[in-house]
């Protein structure tokens, strides 16, 4: 697709898209929103990319393959479940302790937000991965 | 280390260690040790480190050695973990581990086709066992609650009383018989010798087989004592015992006369703790430890002999005392132990094994006739072997073999010495070890007294008959070998271990022809199954429950209800009938969105949007596709449209009966009000779908996104492949 118009569109959009789905997956805790939701959102943004330009010049925006997405999704899920075991929980047992920003005020963090930070990662990896191989056929 | 605990161990105590992992299935990682764990803790670290002094050297010529030490490393750890394991579903873990390790080391020279198959044999018996015995473990953990070993101790009256006894007995017995190389199953164990010397003297003498007697011994008191227990038991070990030692008396090479005689020392084993009495579990620990000592001994000495002469044929060496003294005498040693002949500790464990059998009525004479006999093979073979092998005249195929390297005979020399030790003072290492260890197998046992002299009473008589027979046995052996091995080759066609293998090549044409019948390779017959299969399931049951189902139910049902409903039904027929495929594909989407605004109207706005954003994706993914795709022709006839169209009909048919079911009858109070109320002091989270999805339900999303991403490789693999086929031809 050689249009100007979409070309300069996807290239502003993109880092609004992904910014967008960063607080999609933020908000996920308490909102609609979540890690699968923004995982998608974040792919939409790359597929717009690579539908205005072609796969390749996508994926060097993307810099690593989708491939080490989902490999780092997976990962960084299952890293999550961790923690629990350290301090003697079941495995898979959410831990949460509180983040002292001072001028942002307390944030919460916990490992199920790793995890859905897995689950986000997972789901763009896996999303680019299908749709950039079915455009490079 | 382990060490260090040996004195709290005598005292009766016991040392635990757990973390939790799935509470809810009795999983746990825990560690238990008491005396029993503690006799095999050492076992498995002293002969570790003998074996690993000698693998030093013994494998120098080896190009993969680095990865025999990590193989062999890793079964010690395994293996250790094994006997300290204080759940049966670690030690399950570690289990099949050590299977596993086996299965590597076996097959370490793996470009031997017999090493390769025997390797492969060993891993098939062993983990079958394994999985039944899981089987057994499973049910065990549903009978008494748990699966922690000290739990489970204390639970011996439940489980025996329970109807499920025989299964959970048979299963668990199928683990450790095919591990413990028990009758029919002892067949791998010969084959195992494909492997390197060293893992023949740590595994599969010493270690990884005794696996199987250390499970018998550690949930005996939860098991043990019924007639079943004793009975499967006591035959089971009696035949094994009995052909073990026919065997080893009929072969020629080495190693496999050491493995024979392994299999009969386990069927002593398991016989003694089916007999289950004071006297048998003291004689099943004690002789435990003596065949230790001997046997990886032995086997490190065969390897030493194989090493520097080149050969293990019995019949191709002799005297080979004269280049190798200090050897020869550890080996001496060890095989005077293995004869149970005095002042070795081999003596004290057979007079132990005699008393036992003596001690039990009902079946006494059987298991005497049979113990003595295999007895007196035993000493037959060990005179056999230091008079012709080490003692007489100086024989070899080869060069005149070297005084062996210290690396190399410092192991035997070392277990051949404390065999000595032990059997001139037995009661400090009976205190120490072998009394707790005994004392956690049957527990009313408070008292070991071992001692070289038991005064003339008639097992002191069968001893005597034992060694006169085994002389008489040993002066036959140059006569009587020969036509056994005959005999065995060529009169008895029938082969454990190849009928093993033809029943395992049978098996897969079996799969290769069933699978090629259900694995069609056509995607609209997977989806067919699929939808007919769940839907005539699905309809069976709400044919039942038809009257709790109100079919014609639309109260509040707005006129924007209907308008979407009237959206998505006319662009779902479109769908079906366009010729075009764009207008089909976007009549898809048409329906996709309008189940996004349902879901959108009563409030499920996390599914709304994923849905929406998959139903672009989708959207866009087709379109991509169309463009790649011939031009639309109509292949399918009219029969096969309107099967299609039945089946479409009766799949979604019985999701409306199931929606509707599911939306009328409760069963039970609905689960969202326990997730709303929970999610935020419990999970952190005001957004219930959320919550779900990564805490509650974690390990499920975990599957899931791991089934995605296999999916997505699944994808790469199928479109590069065609491309490379595309450019090849």
Do not use: C
């Amino acid at each position: 697709m050689n249009s100007y118009m979409i070309q300069l569109a996807a290239k502003r959009l993109l880092p609004l898209i992904f910014l967008f789905s960063l607080i999609v997956f933020y908000r996920g805790h308490n909102d609609p929103g979540g890690g699968f939701i923004g995982g998608l959102l974040a792919a939409s943004g790359f597929i717009f990319y690579a539908m205005a330009f072609n796969v390749q010049a996508a994926e060097r925006q993307l810099k690593v393959s989708p491939l080490v997405l989902i490999i780092a999704g997976l990962s960084t899920a299952l890293i999550s479940t961790l923690p629990a075991l350290f301090v003697g929980n079941p495995f898979f047992t959410g831990e949460w302790f509180s983040l002292d920003l001072g001028f942002a005020g307390k944030v919460k963090i916990g490992t199920p937000m790793l995890f859905d930070f897995g689950v986000y990662l997972t789901v763009w990896g896996i999303m680019l991965t299908v749709i950039f191989n079915v455009m490079e056929e | 280390m382990l060490l260090s605990y040996a004195k709290g161990v005598a005292k009766g105590k016991t040392y635990g260690l757990t973390f939790e992992w799935l509470p809810d299935l009795y999983l746990n990682f825990s560690l238990y040790l008491d005396g029993l764990s503690l006799l095999f803790g050492l076992l498995v670290t002293g002969m570790g480190a003998l074996v690993m002094v000698f693998a030093g050297k013994y494998m120098q010529p080896y190009a993969l050695r680095n990865r025999f030490f990590f193989y062999i490393l890793l079964f010690e750890f395994a293996m250790l973990a094994l006997v300290l394991s204080g759940n049966l579903f670690t030690l399950f873990i570690f289990w099949e581990l050590t299977s596993v390790t086996s299965f590597l080391l076996i097959g370490f020279s793996h470009e031997k086709p017999e090493a390769r198959s025997a390797a492969l044999q060993g891993l098939l018996i062993t983990v079958s066992g394994g999985l039944a015995m899981m089987a057994g473990f499973i049910m065990l953990g549903q009978v008494v609650g748990s699966l922690e070993i000290a739990q489970l101790l204390k639970s011996g009256s439940i489980v025996q009383n329970h109807p499920h006894y025989l299964w959970i007995l048979l299963l668990i017995l199928a683990g450790a018989f095919t591990k413990s190389a028990q009758f029919p199953f002892h067949f791998w164990l010969p084959g195992a010798m494909q492997a390197p010397s060293p893992v023949s003297a740590f595994l599969h003498s010493a270690t990884m087989v005794k696996a199987g007697i250390y499970l018998l011994a550690r949930l005996s008191p939860l098991l043990a004592g019924t007639p079943e227990w004793k009975y499967i038991l006591t035959i089971t070990g009696a035949v094994t015992m009995i052909l073990g030692g026919y065997f080893a008396y009929s072969q020629t090479d080495f190693k496999k006369v050491l493995a024979y005689t392994t299999i009969s020392a386990l069927g002593t084993l398991v016989l003694m703790l089916g007999i289950h009495t004071e006297i048998s579990v003291k004689a099943a620990i004690i002789f435990l430890l003596v065949h230790a000592l001997y046997k990886g001994s032995l086997f490190m000495v065969a390897g030493l002999i194989d090493k520097s002469t080149g050969t293990r044929d019995l019949r191709k060496l002799g005297g080979l005392f004269q280049v190798m003294p200090i050897t020869s005498v550890a080996a001496i040693v060890s095989l005077l132990s293995m004869a149970g002949l005095p002042p070795m500790i081999g003596f004290i464990g057979k007079e132990l094994i005699y008393e036992a059998k003596f001690a039990l009525p009902e079946m006494g004479n059987f298991l005497l006739v049979a113990g003595v006999a295999t007895n007196i093979i035993m000493v037959a073979i060990s005179l056999a072997l230091i008079f012709r092998l080490f003692l007489g005249k100086l024989r070899f195929p080869g060069n005149r073999p070297q005084i062996p390297d210290l690396a190399l005979s410092i192991g035997p020399m070392i277990l051949a010495a404390i065999s000595l030790v032990i059997g001139l003072f037995p009661s400090q290492v009976s205190n120490l070890l072998l009394k707790p260890a005994i004392a956690s197998v049957m527990p009313e046992i408070t008292h070991v007294k071992l001692a070289l002299w038991h005064g003339f009473n008639e097992v002191l008589v069968l001893s005597l008959i034992t060694v006169i027979a085994g002389l008489i046995l040993f002066r036959l052996y140059s006569i009587v070998n020969p036509r056994l091995t005959y005999f065995n080759n060529e009169i008895i066609t029938f082969r454990f271990a190849d009928s093993f293998n033809k029943g395992l090549k049978l098996f897969t044409r079996l799969t290769k022809k069933k699978t090629a019948f259900i694995q069609s390779g056509y995607q609209r017959y997977y989806l067919m199954a699929i939808f007919i299969i769940t839907s005539l399931l699905a309809w069976y049951q709400l044919y039942y429950t038809r009257e709790a189902i109100n079919w014609w139910h639309f109260q509040g049902a707005e006129f924007y209800d209907w308008a979407i409903v009237v959206i998505i039904t006319a662009s779902a027929i479109l769908a079906a009938i366009t010729a075009s495929r764009l207008v089909a594909i976007i009549a898809l989407g048409v329906t996709g969105y309008g189940i996004t605004l349902v879901f959108l109207i009563y409030g499920a706005v996390d599914v709304a949007i994923t849905m929406l954003l998959v139903e672009t994706l989708i959207l866009i993914l087709f379109l991509l596709l169309i463009y790649h795709l011939p031009r639309f022709t109509n292949f399918s006839s009219t029969a096969s449209r309107l099967r299609d169209a039945a089946i479409a009909l009766t799949t979604g048919g019985f999701m409306t009966g199931l929606v509707l079911k599911a939306t009328q009858v409760n069963l039970h109070p609905t689960i969202s009000e326990y997730f709303i109320a929970t999610a935020k002091p419990l999970a952190n989270g005001e957004n219930i779908v959320n919550v779900i999805l990564v805490d509650y339900r974690a390990l499920d999303t975990l599957g899931e996104i791991t089934v995605l991403a296999v999916a997505a490789l699944g994808v790469v693999a199928l479109l590069k492949l065609k491309t490379k086929k595309g450019s090849t031809s």
